[in-house]
């Protein structure tokens, strides 16, 4: 299948059910040889108008293991945007450079755009609070490889709904895998209804929670989010919420054998350091998971798988 050729990555909702379980059939060809020298001679651009550890060097190291370049910025402030230059200038420019490019910008839509006006396809590594299509997809795989399944899976999610763009892309991904969804969040950062409305469409359901110990018993994945304070319009609100929910290790007695902590990363203090040795936490395999879907992306956008 290379319907992926040429075509950007902006939102999940982009890919059918067959191109992402695709994606993640790649992704376990890489993960078993992550070193195949596919990209000599191709170049990546990566543009990261917003910081970024896990999203960026892991395109780094996936275009470094597959042979080929990458070439970017990883803030605004070293580039010539610190100068004026408007995102279309700063896109057809790269695009003279790269095969492709994955950009991170802290605006909704952003990467929407970029894709309109670029000859080069567009992978979107997150814009503002909208959508995280490449993390949605190492989510799958994650929640793949530690369930054996896809299907009927149930998943709370927990923390910030509202702003966390991680959560929105899984639930409309996980809406096609017929999931129920449990939602834990403050009433300030509930799940928008324009994400809740993909799981109507899918005749599926969800239930909202103020209270995560609710949801310990029924999740086959628990999903921890972080409160994402620089997306809050007043730091006074942000002050109020940001140590909602803080998963102990203790707090994980009596959940599911099968269940497994899930986190985008990064933290900071929604997990205490004493759950990282419970065999349930999963989220630094997680983000290894993020270098063969990342592979698996590019090889497949490239046309080369
Ligand atoms: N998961 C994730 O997007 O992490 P970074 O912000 O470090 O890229």
């Known amino acids: 299948m290379n319907k992926l050729k040429g075509r950007s990555l902006i939102s999940i909702t982009d890919y059918s059910k067959e191109e992402i379980i695709h994606i993640l059939d790649l992704a376990e060809e890489f993960e078993k040889n992550h070193r195949q020298k596919i990209l000599d001679g191709y170049v990546v651009g990566s543009l990261f108008f917003e910081p970024s550890t896990r999203t960026r060097l892991s395109f780094e190291s996936s275009v470094q ?74 989510d799958l795989y994650s929640i793949r490889k530690t369930q054996g399944r896809l299907e009927n899976i149930s998943i709370a999610m927990v923390g910030d709904l509202k702003y966390g763009r991680t959560v ?26 324009s994400v809740k409305a993909w799981i109507k469409k899918a005749n599926l359901s969800y239930n909202q929670y ?11 994945i628990l999903y921890m989010t972080r409160i994402q304070g620089e997306r809050f319009p007043d730091p006074l609100e942000y002050e109020k919420v940001k140590n909602s929910y803080i998963l102990a290790n203790s707090m994980l007695k009596g959940t599911k054998d099968n269940m497994r902590v899930l986190h985008s990363l990064p933290r900071v203090n929604e997990i205490k350091e004493d759950v990282d040795n419970n065999p349930k936490a999963y989220y630094f395999q997680q983000a290894k998971n993020g270098v063969y879907v990342r592979q698996a992306l590019i090889a497949a956008i490239l046309g080369l798988k």
């Open 65 to 138: 293991y597959l042979g080929g370049s990458i070439i970017g910025f990883a803030s605004a402030d070293t580039s010539s945007v610190k100068k004026g230059e408007s995102l279309k200038d700063t896109i057809l420019t790269v695009s003279n450079y790269s095969d492709l490019i994955v950009m991170r910008n802290p605006m909704d839509g952003s990467a929407r755009y970029a894709s309109e006006v670029s000859p080069v396809p567009i992978i979107n590594a997150g814009d503002g609070a909208n959508q995280h299509p490449t993390q949605c997809l190492l």
């Open 168 to 193: 929105h892309s899984l639930v409309q991904a996980l809406s096609l895998f017929d999931a129920t969804f449990h939602f834990v969040s403050p009433d300030s950062l509930k799940m928008p209804s």
């Open 210 to 220: 103020t209270d995560m110990m609710d949801v310990m018993p029924l999740a086959d």
